[in-house]
């Protein structure tokens, strides 16, 4: 009996030690697969729910317009650089560095409802466009925003667009496909102007202000852009896509 003891006492031990690790590796592989599957999760949400409730809820905003309109087809004043929010150096001036969409520095009243309808035909794009680039209030609704301080629908000047590339109805998601000539069509109340693409910026920074001024040329490469007055268009977006280190611009002008 001596003799017994102290051997099954000892298999006890060996068993204990191979056990332990083992635990250890089995909840670490846990961890990990949950991990996984959150983050899974995470990614299918900001890249496939957002955008189904972006394009639906803007898909609506088209419709609602566009069945007031045929309501009440009279033309109304269309929104110039006096109707956006102000930015903080003026209504009329160019916005300081903020070619951002979504930047935080949106002003708190930029206005969520949409006044005009974009179209693309290249494209097949159908959006709505509100005024300001907030991006809760307006880009994330999957909405095309207007940079505040920048000439409305058809007036001399600068139309100035901001729109989502990636998630969030990522109404400009193809926008690099645009070339000149291609139209850019913009509805309001009555009224329908149409824009012909002229230039395409492949690449600039966030903080390229000049691509939305009043007569668009970049201040960071200024090979690119318009020498003078005039009624142009301007779309801005994120690039390369899934990021928003810079920015991708598409200019065009008014067709007479």
């Known amino acids: 009996m001596r003799d017994h ?6 298999g ?16 670490t592989a846990e961890l990990t697969v949950t991990a996984g599957v ?12 957002t955008n189904r409730q972006a394009v639906a809820a803007a ?33 009329s001036a160019v916005p300081a560095p903020r070619p951002e969409p979504g930047s935080a520095a949106e002003p708190s009243g930029a206005r969520e409802r949409a006044y005009a309808v974009l179209r693309i035909p290249r494209l097949g794009l ?8 907030d991006r809760r209030a307006v880009l994330d609704r999957g909405y095309v925003g207007q940079y505040p301080g920048t000439a409305g629908p058809g ?6 667009l901001a729109g989502h590339r990636n998630t969030h109805g990522e109404p400009f998601r193809y926008v690099n496909r645009l070339r000149p000539g291609d ?8 009224r329908r102007y149409t824009y012909v693409v002229g230039k395409v910026l492949g690449e600039t920074t966030a903080r390229d202000t000049g691509v939305i001024a009043p007569v668009p040329r970049s201040v960071v490469k200024p090979e690119y852009g318009y020498d003078e007055p005039g009624a142009y268009i301007t779309l801005t977006t994120c690039t390369p896509e899934y990021s928003s280190k810079y920015r991708l611009v598409v200019w065009g002008t008014l067709r007479p």
């Not at 006890?12 to 909840?27: D, E, K, T, Y």
């Not at 159908?126 to 680039?133: F, K, L, N, S, Y």
């Open 5 to 10: 003891i102290p051997v099954v006492v000892q």
């Open 12 to 27: 006890r031990g060996r068993q204990a030690r191979r056990v332990g690790p083992a635990r250890i590796l089995w909840a």
């Open 38 to 49: 959150v983050v899974l999760l995470l990614v299918v949400h900001q890249m496939w729910w």
């Open 59 to 91: 898909q609506e905003q088209v419709r609602v317009l566009e069945q007031d309109w045929r309501a009440d087809p009279r033309p109304s004043g269309s929104p110039s650089a006096s109707s956006p929010p102000a930015s903080p150096s003026g209504p």
């Open 126 to 133: 159908v959006a709505p466009v509100a005024q300001g680039i």
């Open 155 to 160: 007036e001399r000047g600068n139309f100035a």
């Open 183 to 190: 139209e850019l069509i913009v509805d309001v109340r009555g």
